[in-house]
């Protein structure tokens, strides 16, 4: 392998640079300002024995006990956040994927699988579920609940299905291309924590939920597959779901029998009485990654145009909407900056590689741009872009002739879902480590 020079001469190699300098600006800027300390310190407040929380305010006084369940991938950093407010005498459970340097006093933590659950994601849904079941009237539940939280914590509905069923089950489903609210439909139904489960079991406690959403607007209760909050999916439309995408038969035979013989069983459902002591926060989204994106790309100069119609999309046809879009926008602008929030979708066939989404839809975008003057940057706010240890990577005119005078084929790594390797040779990965945070996917993209 030679050096990764760029091929293209050094006044382009120069401007090229450049550019990619700037997405990565444009990338942290919007992550440093959508931190969750920040979220917390704009809705969560105590003043004098009162919480607040969004527009809610609860008089601890009244309470004689607090419980927090901390869930998802940014389970830690919530709980850390909420205890600048809360203060002592709080205890808890944290369920997060990664080990925190140091853990909040008063929590029991455990570290469950993501994005496969693991003997510890069993471990935490059980405990959660046991101190959840001593709650009476005058407890306040908080949850934190982010994304991640459907394979950090999770125990079958039925005990025929054995942790490798399960395992194997959410492989079939994370490959299929189904978007997350398909996903998260039929996982609710197979699962004793998701669809408003742990809600159930904290009843007739005081609940409030605190969420960080990593999924679309407008379908929150799929976020972490809605633990606390009433189910919108139906048991009918998980039979859909599995006929639409055609997996039922690729799933476990104790998860096809619970299908084909035994039929699923239906969450709560919103005015059933399961959710009447229960209130619910989103404080921080994609919008606001989105909102500083947007502020960071208009002091550099550009004009720009948000976009998120592709999300849920496939990887490609995003790809190919949103460089189109690139593409009109530039004429007759000298900058232009189009930036989309949300995720695409990848389905896997084969052996996959090492990558993930932002990867693959970035090495598409390279394929599609050889020689122009557009550079695209897609990454994710968690850190963690799918089985790689980058947040994503960035692309540009010269991707493509870097990439071959490396011996690397982008074809080829696009094929077998293997981008990663290649965009670490080209110093291109984009690497920050797991952020504690996840509210989706940045996608940048700008012509000049
Ligand atoms: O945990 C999950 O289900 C996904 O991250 C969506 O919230």
Not at 169 to 180: D, F, M, Q, R
Not at 243 to 248: C, E, G, P, S, Y
Not at 335 to 340: A, F, G, N, P
Request: glycine share 8%; charged share 20%.
């Amino acid at each position: 392998m030679g050096n990764a020079q760029d091929a293209s001469g050094p006044l382009i190699s120069g401007i090229s640079a450049h550019f990619r300098g700037v997405a990565r600006e444009i990338f942290q800027h919007a992550l440093t300002e959508s931190s969750i300390r920040k979220a917390f310190d704009r809705h969560v407040s105590l003043d004098r024995g009162i919480l607040r929380v969004g527009e809610d305010l609860f008089d601890l006084g009244s309470f004689s006990r607090i419980f927090v369940v901390a869930m998802g991938k940014a389970a830690h950093t919530m709980v850390e956040a909420l205890m600048t407010h809360l203060g002592a005498g709080v205890t808890g459970i944290v369920a997060c994927s990664t080990d925190p340097v140091t853990q909040v006093f008063g929590f029991r933590y455990y570290r469950g699988g993501h994005p496969m659950p693991n003997s510890d994601s069993v471990r935490a849904a059980e405990a959660i579920l046991k101190s959840l079941s001593t709650h009476a009237s005058r407890s306040l539940v908080i949850f934190l609940v982010s994304g991640g939280a459907s394979a950090i914590v999770e125990k079958p509905v039925d005990d025929s299905i054995t942790l490798e069923d399960l395992i194997a089950t959410y492989k079939v489903l994370v490959h299929s291309g189904a978007p997350i609210r398909e996903i998260n439909a039929v996982r609710k139904h197979l699962s004793a924590t998701k669809g408003g489960r742990l809600a159930l079991m904290a009843s007739p406690a005081q609940q409030v939920s605190i969420l960080v959403s990593d999924v679309p607007d407008g379908t929150v209760d799929s976020l972490a597959s809605g633990p606390t909050m009433p189910d919108t999916t139906t048991v009918e439309e998980c039979y859909d779901i599995v006929k639409k995408h055609k997996i039922l038969k690729q799933f476990p035979a104790s998860v096809r029998d619970l299908f084909e013989r035994v039929e699923l069983e239906e969450t709560p459902k919103h005015g059933d009485g399961s959710f009447d002591r229960s209130r619910f926060w989103t404080i921080l989204s994609n919008e606001i990654a989105r909102k500083h994106a947007v502020a960071k790309a208009a002091m550099n100069g550009f004009a720009i145009e948000v976009d998120n119609t592709c999300d849920d999309w496939d990887y490609a046809e995003a790809a190919d909407h949103l460089l189109k879009k690139l593409r009109t926008l530039r004429k007759g602008v000298s900058r232009v900056c189009l930036i989309s929030g949300g995720e695409v979708t990848v389905k896997v066939t084969g052996e996959a590689g090492v990558g993930g989404r932002n990867q693959q839809f970035a090495l598409y975008c390279a394929t599609k741009i050889a020689d122009e003057d557009i550079t695209v940057l897609s990454a994710g706010t968690d850190g963690i872009d799918g089985n790689s240890p980058a947040a994503g990577a960035i692309v540009d005119g010269t991707t493509l002739a870097r990439a071959s005078a490396v011996g690397l084929d982008a074809q080829t790594a696009l094929q077998t879902f293997n981008a990663y390797p290649l965009f670490d040779a080209l110093g291109d990965a984009i690497v920050t480590g797991p952020t504690g945070n996840n509210i989706r996917d940045l996608r940048i993209l700008l012509a000049y």
